[in-house]
Structure formats: C-alpha cells, structure tokens
C-alpha cells in the first residue's frame, strides 16, 4: 500500500506532467533535471507509480554508478510502494536470484552480467546520476536494455568533457536548477562568504594600475597569498560560531591536506575518503549524522548521494574545474529540514576563475524571474520568493576591495589576442608534435584552454587547433547533429574510407563510437544510411582470415588484435558465428592445421604474461592482465592454460623460471592457493589492526588478503568468516569497545 504521508509537492507534480507528456507523445526516453535536495527519488517513484497503474505486472530496473545511492533509492522505494512490492539488490555478491518488481543495480556489476538478463526484461529503467551516462562502464549497458520508458535523472547534466547527456535522454523535459530553485525558496538560503582575506593589495594595486598582459594562472601565482592551514581552521571555528549547533562539511584537496585539517580541529572532526574504506566511512558519517561529531572532511567524496539535510556549513579548501562538482558539493548543504533554512558557504578556494564564477552565480540568481507561485502545500512549497535575499554573498577581507576590481583583474587575463594565441599554439606544436588541452593549461604563459575558447568563440579545442591550421586531436567533446554526422560519413565514403569503428573513431570531425551508437544504433547502421554497401562474412571467410591473419602475426589473434585488424570482420561477428573463441581455433587446427610450429601457444602466452609480470615487479592479478593492452584476454589465458590464476603461475614457472628473488611479491597471488584456515588467520589479523571488521571492499584493496572472490568462494558469506574468525582467534571488537 502507498505511504498516504508521501505526497508529490508542486514542482514534482510539474516533472510529473512533463514525464506524462512525453510518453504521450510516443517518446520513449526523457530527461529530468533537478537540483539537489529537491526530491528526485520520490519523483521517479511517483513517475514509475502512475506508469505502472495499468499494469498487470511489469519490472523496473534502477541503475546507478554507487552502491550506496542504490541502497538509499531501494529504501525510499519501499518507504512509498510498502511491501506489497518486491525488492532486489544486484550489486557485486549481493546479487537477487529471483524476479523483483524493483531491481536496483550498480553499472559496475551490471557490466558484466547484463546478457543475463533479456533486452526486454523490464519495462521501465531509471538511470540515477544520469550525466554519468557516457562513460565506457556504463553507456553499454543503457544501449542493452530495451524497456518501453527510459528515465535519466540528474542535477548535473554538464559534463567535463563536453558530451551531450541529450544524445541519449533527448532535451530535458523539466529542468528546475539550482538558480530558479534558490529563487522559488526550494532550498536553503545561502550565506556564500568568499575569504579574499589573503589577497595581495600591493599586486592588485599593480595589476589595475598596468596595461601589461597577463594569464589567469599568472593573475593566480602572483595576486593570492597562500593562507596557514592554522589560520584557515582559526577562521572556519570564527565563522561557524555564528551558526546554531554547526555540523560543517569540508571539501579537501588531497587525503595529507585533509589529514592535517582533521589534526588542527581535533576529535570533532572525521574524514571520509575512498581508500578508508566502506566501514570506516559509513560509521564517520553515522557519528556525524547523530551528532557524536560535528565536522565531516572530505577528498573526492560526498559529491553524490549523500543525504545529511542538517549539515548547515559547507567549507571548501579545494577548486574544482568542474561546475557539476562545484554544485554537487554545495547541495550537501542545501536541503531544506527542521529547523534549518540557511547554510553558510566557506569558499577559501582563492583565484581568479572562482570569484567569477561566484560573481555570476550571484548575478543570474538576482536576474531570475520566478514564474508565478503554485501553492505547495508541502512544508517547503515555492515559497516567499521575494521576502528574502535568496543567495547573499559576502567578501571578507580586511582590504577595501571593490567587486569591480575583482572583475577587471579577470579581465586581465582575456587581453589576449586571436593572433598570440595562434602564434603560441603553433610554437607549442613544432616543440611537442600535439596540442592538447592538458598541455595547454600547463604553459604557464598562455590562457586556459577555458579561456582560448571563449576568446575564439568556439566550443572545443579541435576548432582552435583547425582555425591555427594544427592537425587535429581526436575530438570527445564535439556535439553535431546526427545530419552533420551523416554528411560526414558521407563524405568518408565519397573519399575512399570504409566506415568502421576503427575509422570513425580516429576521424576528428565524428564525435565518440558511443555517440554514434546512441544516434543509429550500431556504426553498421550509421554507415549503411550514409550510403555504404554492408559486407558480408560466410562462416568460410570468416575461418580463412582468422588463420591467414594469425599465421601473418605468428600467434592466434586475440580479441584485442581482432578489433585492430582492418582485415578482418569485427569481433561481434566472430562471437555470433561461434560459440567461443577455442572452438573457432579448434576449428581452424582441423581445416588448416596450426599456424605455427616453432612455438605452442600457451607456451607464447606464458612467455607473454612473465615478460609482463617482470615489468610490474611480481605475478600480474587477474585484474591486472585484464587491463594491460599488451596482453590477450585472460579468456585466452584460461582457454589455453587454465581457469585460475594460479595455474597460469604454476604453468609459467615451469616454462620460463621464477620472478627474480629481489622482486617484492604480493601475498595475495603466490602461486599455491592459501589453506582456509591461513585465509581466516589473515582476514581475523588484519581487520584487528583496523579496529573493525573489513569489508569486501576494504579486503579488495588490502594486498596482504586473498581477493574478495576467494573468501567468497571458500566461504558463504563475511558474516561465516567472522564466526569462523572468533571462534579460531577470539573476538578483538570486545577488546576496542573497552578500550
């Protein structure tokens, strides 16, 4: 039964009919863009529930990048659907083997475990954080599924590298941002206080005054002053005084930087990072939320997903290139709960690019106009949009600066004209052979790649570099229509060129193979729009260039090579026409005979992975070899020697000789598979120097533990391995909680 307490407010119900209307119109994807803290989960519950109404039975895939957003997601879920719903997680071991109604899904286990599942096994997918969508891990698995309604959902739709979540979700439907959603009252008010304190009168006195040309990263160097670490923490305990009960958020540059703030304010304070662990983070963030703790510090987390409505002071210490960070971040401080209406904003994070980018933060929230108010009967409706500064911002320093003259120094760094740039760019090609976007933010005396563009007044660097009549990078971020995609396929084709994946991925003028997955389909089917004959394979041309192309390389092709090799069809073919790659060998061996006499294959592979483990200083892992391009698969791997890594080990010892002595070895891959009871030793050693129990993830990334996998394959679960533990060793929590 549906939670009666749990109702759409105002806004929602617009995204609602927004959503309703484009399933009317037979659109079968849409977009939402909401700011954070204003409720997505519950609007993509409401959305489902009225999708669902006439259904008899239907499943719905939830897919997100992080485990723990999908926990959350999964509990709201059944807070509003109750339990005459199903539930299931499909995340790493926690995988649910029978059907749910709901099923909440991690990208990462979904990766490789999709083709389980039919293309129509749900009807409808929501894609949590959907601007996480093109990434490599994740946009395979939206391509795969077929349900009758997509929904991408997401607070930041930019991306850093300039693709288009719009190519895959179509244009937003309903967009309420963080501008229009400070405005209408939505969130908290923010107190943004940019800390100039450490500003150098005497340079900015200079700058004003001077007619030089400078860069932004010199306005940068030379105008600000670095600030103590002692002082910042002395200003952070000022400043949050003025709060009621503060509970501060710390975004951090690096885990040393946040390990030294974390010393300065003492046992209040937590950090959280990706390294420390699930277990560790988990329970800082507990302590935060109950208010054993009131500072939580941060590197590179707690930018998505995390809900803490009463945390009222966010600090940052670090920058970030990336708006969608930026907000992110700041949305860990402004939703709206009892009691809480403000946040106060800390930004220490002193250069010129940031004061801008406040300055017109401030200016478009002022320049909004509201549409007119709907009457929310939630607690936090659209508000009394003009009885309060909705975003005041506030520069402490104890120089008398005008914003004007922050302004100006910005403009400094524009002074740049078509002609210098071009000129630099060109001396920066002769001596590097390419002109990239890092190389160009690391020259200390030219503009930002940011800024080169904006002068120009394009939308990527491949169009600067063609306009300086540089040869081109391969260009991720360029967005053209699907018509400007087929006139250049078109003209490939007019020019000789065989439209592959290969070809369009190194032609600059076509954006990523994704993008023009997500457009037609498959590069087959954008090909054959633009005029392309499609080439046919038998089974018979298929087996002749394998060998012929082996033979040439002296060893089988993997699939790596296969994909490379513009001979041969692609490795999609391949894997319909035989069922795995050992039969289309075997097959192969029986027709033509072997491609090479001189040297067994498993022998070449052995000889392949100890050159490799030579590099690397000790046996490669597993997941090691599947990430060294210069290694086949470790499908081959298994296909030709064995199904684990220790047999390769074993089988590569006796054909080519230990690793040198000196070279440092890693517990976790010697050669032998470790008893059960050194695996119980170790696992019971190592979380009693943690003080807690480990977690898979913790024991993942542990190098004196056997992986995750083999605990769960000699074990049923961590619970068994810590009753087994205790038993063997004693219970070490006892001794920590005493002490």
Same mark, same amino acid.
């Given at each position: 039964?549906?939670?009666?307490?749990?109702?759409?407010?105002?806004?929602?119900?617009?995204c609602?009919v927004?959503?309703?209307?484009?399933?009317?119109?037979?659109?079968?994807?849409?977009?939402?863009?909401?700011?954070?803290?204003?409720?997505?989960?519950?609007?993509?519950?409401?959305?489902?529930?009225?999708?669902?109404?006439?259904?008899?039975?239907?499943?719905?895939?939830?897919?997100c990048?992080?485990?723990?957003?999908?926990?959350?997601?999964?509990?709201?879920?059944?807070?509003?659907?109750?339990?005459?719903?199903?539930?299931?997680?499909?995340?790493?071991?926690?995988?649910?083997?029978?059907?749910?109604?709901?099923?909440f899904?991690t990208?990462?286990?979904?990766?490789?475990?999709?083709?389980?599942?039919?293309?129509?096994?749900?009807s409808?997918?929501?894609?949590?954080?959907?601007?996480?969508?093109?990434?490599r891990?994740?946009?395979?698995?939206?391509?795969?599924?077929?349900?009758?309604?997509?929904?991408?959902?997401?607070?930041?739709?930019?991306?850093?590298?300039?693709?288009?979540?719009?190519?895959?979700?179509?244009?937003?439907?309903?967009?309420?941002?963080?501008?229009?959603?400070t405005?209408?009252?939505?969130?908290?008010?923010?107190?943004?206080?940019?800390?100039?304190?450490?500003?150098?009168q005497?340079?900015?006195d200079?700058?004003?005054?001077?007619?030089?040309?400078?860069?932004?990263?010199?306005?940068?160097?030379?105008?600000?002053?670095?600030?103590?670490?002692?002082?910042i923490?002395?200003?952070?305990?000022?400043?949050?005084?003025?709060?009621?009960?503060?509970?501060k958020?710390?975004?951090?540059?690096?885990?040393?930087?946040?390990?030294?703030?974390?010393?300065?304010?003492?046992?209040?304070?937590?950090?959280?990072?990706?390294?420390?662990?699930?277990?560790?983070?988990?329970?800082?963030?507990?302590?935060?939320?109950?208010?054993?703790? /009131?500072?939580?510090?941060?590197?590179?987390?707690?930018?998505?997903?995390?809900?803490?409505?009463?945390?009222n002071?966010?600090?940052?210490?670090?920058?970030?290139?990336?708006?969608?960070?930026?907000?992110?971040?700041?949305?860990?401080?402004?939703?709206?709960?009892?009691?809480?209406?403000?946040?106060l904003v800390?930004?220490?994070?002193?250069?010129?690019?940031?004061?801008?980018?406040?300055?017109?933060?401030?200016?478009?929230?002022?320049?909004?106009r509201?549409?007119?108010?709907?009457?929310?009967?939630?607690?936090?409706g659209?508000?009394?949009?003009?009885?309060?500064?909705?975003?005041?911002? /506030?520069?402490?320093?104890?120089?008398?600066?005008?914003l004007?003259?922050?302004?100006?120094?910005?403009?400094?760094?524009?002074?740049?004209?078509?002609e210098?740039?071009?000129?630099?760019?060109?001396?920066?090609?002769?001596?590097?052979?390419?002109?990239?976007?890092?190389s160009i933010?690391?020259?200390?005396?030219m503009?930002?790649?940011?800024?080169?563009?904006?002068?120009?007044?394009?939308?990527?660097?491949?169009?600067?570099?063609?306009?300086?009549?540089?040869?081109?990078?391969?260009?991720?971020?360029?967005?053209?229509?699907?018509?400007?995609?087929?006139?250049?396929?078109r003209a490939?084709?007019?020019r000789?060129?065989?439209?592959?994946?290969?070809?369009?991925?190194?032609?600059?003028?076509?954006?990523?193979?994704?993008?023009?997955?997500?457009?037609?389909?498959?590069?087959?089917?954008?090909?054959?729009?633009?005029?392309?004959?499609?080439?046919?394979?038998?089974?018979?041309?298929?087996?002749e260039?394998?060998?012929l192309?082996?033979?040439?390389?002296?060893?089988?092709?993997?699939?790596?090579?296969?994909?490379?090799?513009?001979?041969?069809?692609?490795?999609?073919?391949?894997?319909?026409?035989?069922?795995?790659?050992?039969?289309?060998?075997?097959?192969?061996?029986?027709?033509?005979?072997?491609?090479?006499?001189?040297?067994?294959?498993?022998?070449?592979l052995?000889?392949?992975?100890?050159?490799?483990?030579?590099?690397?200083?000790?046996?490669?892992?597993?997941?090691?070899?599947?990430?060294?391009?210069?290694?086949?698969?470790m499908?081959?791997?298994?296909?030709?020697?064995?199904?684990?890594?220790?047999?390769?080990?074993?089988?590569?010892?006796?054909?080519?000789?230990?690793?040198?002595e000196?070279?440092?070895?890693?517990?976790?891959?010697?050669?032998?598979?470790?008893?059960s009871?050194?695996?119980?030793?170790?696992?019971?050693g190592?979380?009693k120097?943690?003080?807690?129990?480990?977690?898979?993830?913790?024991i993942?990334?542990?190098?004196?533990?056997?992986?995750?996998?083999?605990?769960?394959?000699?074990?049923?679960?961590?619970?068994?391995?810590?009753?087994?533990a205790?038993?063997?060793?004693?219970?070490?929590?006892?001794?920590?909680?005493?002490?």
């Amino acid at each position: 039964m549906k939670n009666p307490k749990i109702k759409p407010r105002e806004y929602q119900r617009e995204c609602l009919v927004a959503i309703d209307n484009a399933i009317a119109n037979g659109e079968k994807h849409a977009l939402v863009v909401m700011a954070s803290g204003l409720g997505k989960t519950y609007t993509s519950a409401f959305a489902v529930e009225k999708y669902l109404a006439d259904k008899r039975f239907a499943r719905v895939l939830v897919l997100c990048h992080s485990e723990k957003i999908l926990r959350q997601t999964k509990e709201k879920f059944q807070e509003y659907f109750g339990e005459e719903f199903s539930y299931g997680m499909y995340v790493n071991y926690d995988k649910a083997t029978r059907p749910t109604n709901f099923l909440f899904a991690t990208f990462q286990t979904m990766k490789d475990n999709r083709k389980d599942f039919p293309k129509d096994e749900f009807s409808y997918v929501i894609v949590d954080e959907a601007h996480h969508s093109h990434a490599r891990t994740y946009f395979p698995t939206i391509r795969y599924f077929r349900p009758e309604f997509l929904l991408g959902l997401t607070a930041t739709p930019d991306r850093l590298d300039g693709q288009k979540i719009e190519e895959i979700y179509g244009e937003p439907v309903y967009e309420l941002g963080f501008v229009e959603a400070t405005k209408r009252g939505l969130i908290a008010e923010c107190d943004y206080r940019l800390v100039l304190d450490d500003l150098s009168q005497e340079r900015l006195d200079e700058y004003l005054a001077s007619d030089e040309k400078v860069s932004i990263k010199q306005l940068n160097r030379t105008l600000f002053i670095d600030k103590r670490d002692e002082e910042i923490v002395r200003l952070i305990g000022e400043y949050s005084a003025e709060v009621e009960n503060p509970k501060k958020m710390i975004f951090c540059r690096t885990i040393e930087h946040a390990r030294k703030i974390a010393k300065l304010i003492g046992n209040k304070a937590a950090l959280v990072y990706k390294k420390n662990g699930d277990s560790a983070n988990d329970c800082a963030l507990k302590s935060f939320k109950e208010g054993e703790i /009131n500072t939580i510090i941060s590197v590179d987390m707690l930018n998505e997903g995390i809900d803490v409505p009463d945390a009222n002071v966010i600090v940052f210490l670090r920058n970030t290139v990336s708006p969608a960070v930026f907000y992110q971040q700041l949305g860990r401080g402004t939703r709206l709960s009892e009691g809480k209406d403000k946040v106060l904003v800390l930004d220490f994070v002193n250069n010129c690019e940031r004061i801008k980018m406040i300055l017109e933060l401030k200016q478009e929230i002022d320049d909004f106009r509201v549409r007119p108010p709907h009457g929310d009967e939630g607690t936090h409706g659209d508000g009394d949009a003009s009885s309060r500064e909705k975003f005041a911002l /506030n520069i402490d320093t104890r120089f008398s600066i005008e914003l004007i003259d922050i302004v100006s120094i910005f403009e400094k760094g524009n002074k740049w004209t078509k002609e210098e740039i071009i000129a630099q760019l060109q001396t920066m090609y002769r001596r590097d052979k390419k002109v990239t976007y890092q190389s160009i933010d690391a020259e200390p005396d030219m503009p930002s790649t940011r800024a080169v563009c904006r002068i120009f007044k394009v939308a990527t660097l491949n169009d600067v570099l063609e306009i300086a009549k540089i040869p081109l990078n391969k260009a991720r971020s360029v967005c053209i229509s699907r018509e400007e995609m087929l006139i250049e396929g078109r003209a490939m084709i007019g020019r000789g060129e065989r439209i592959t994946t290969r070809s369009v991925d190194s032609n600059p003028k076509l954006p990523m193979v994704s993008t023009i997955q997500a457009q037609f389909g498959t590069v087959v089917k954008f090909a054959a729009l633009c005029g392309q004959e499609t080439k046919t394979y038998s089974r018979d041309s298929l087996l002749e260039g394998y060998w012929l192309e082996s033979k040439r390389a002296g060893h089988w092709l993997s699939n790596i090579e296969i994909a490379q090799n513009a001979n041969l069809a692609s490795n999609d073919k391949y894997n319909k026409t035989f069922s795995s790659r050992k039969d289309l060998i075997n097959e192969i061996k029986e027709r033509y005979g072997p491609i090479n006499t001189e040297i067994d294959e498993a022998e070449r592979l052995a000889k392949l992975y100890y050159e490799a483990s030579l590099r690397r200083g000790h046996w490669l892992t597993i997941m090691e070899v599947q990430r060294d391009s210069q290694l086949p698969s470790m499908t081959h791997f298994r296909t030709e020697i064995g199904s684990s890594i220790y047999d390769i080990i074993n089988f590569t010892r006796d054909f080519c000789g230990d690793l040198p002595e000196e070279m440092a070895q890693q517990p976790r891959y010697t050669a032998m598979p470790r008893p059960s009871e050194r695996l119980i030793e170790e696992y019971w050693g190592e979380s009693k120097a943690a003080g807690h129990w480990l977690s898979t993830r913790e024991i993942e990334h542990d190098a004196s533990l056997a992986s995750p996998h083999t605990y769960y394959r000699r074990f049923k679960s961590l619970a068994q391995i810590r009753q087994l533990a205790i038993e063997a060793h004693g219970d070490f929590t006892k001794e920590v909680k005493s002490n």
